[in-house]
């Protein structure tokens, strides 16, 4: 398997989030030739999402999500505000052209122990985002992440189970592949199998550092850690998925620190190297 190269590349912001504002991310993934970018919620909204979809168009970068939406289980019901917040991102994933809106689908509601009603109350959210998601034409993507976050962020934290979701919701729902939450599941070739083209919505790229410093904020450069990316690469493409390697990367101790045409440089390196 050949590497990456930079036209195969998107850039998460939050891989530069400490560094630059939005407008800066499209310039410097302009600039150092990526083929897209994704940016998340709170950058766009302080662009502006119409400003934003110019300028992203202006440089002809793809978009490979908009992350995020999801957060359903907070109060311990889904209500309007929820709902309604949810709509607001689908429409600002249609507005900027993004291949899908990437769902962070909430931990635990606040106080509960009760796992099971989280995981109806993320359906439930699911169901009623996807059903908006299809009148305007926006895929939804459910991105599993890794059990430490069960609690605090996601209670969807397999594949298998992202999958069991989209099975019963039907079409227009698939996942988001990051290869931080999923890397060590035995499962995971058979649910990538599973998935199939259609339901690979798009694929995440960082590493996991051993040790890890800090639950939410120390994700490794591709080629710092212990993932093997081309393997879990080869099998999102054995499907089919031909999308943009999203770089994804939060990592306060390092990365968030350095020279931000540094940090893309490095990117474009390990991509070609190690992945
Ligand atoms: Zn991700």
Known sequence: MTGLEPHQLSLNTATLREQWDLAQCIEGCARHGFGGISPWRDKLQE???????????????GVSGLCRGGWFTASGAVDRAVLDDNR??????????????????????????DLP??????????????????????KIAIEPLHPMYAANRACVNTMRHALDICDRLGP??????????????????EQITRAGRDRIMAFHLCDWLVPTRDMLTDR??????????????????????????????????DWWRRDPDDVMRTIIQRGRNVC
């Open 47 to 61: 662009m502006g999402v119409t400003r934003a979809a110019k300028a992203i168009r202006d440089t002809g970068l």
């Open 88 to 113: 607001r991102a689908v429409d600002e994933a249609a507005e900027i052209g993004a291949e899908c809106l990437v769902m962070v689908v909430g931990g635990l509601s606040t106080g509960s122990r």
């Open 117 to 138: 009603a989280a995981w109806a109350l993320v359906e439930e959210g699911l169901a009623a985002t996807l059903d908006y998601g299809r009148e305007v034409g926006m």
């Open 172 to 189: 227009g729902i698939g996942c988001a592949v990051d290869v931080y939450h999923v890397w060590w599941d035995p499962d995971l070739a």
């Open 220 to 253: 490794g450069m591709m080629g710092d850690g212990v993932i093997d990316i081309p393997r879990l690469r080869g099998m999102v493409e054995a499907e089919g998925f031909s999308g943009l390697n999203e770089v994804e990367i939060f990592s306060a101790l």
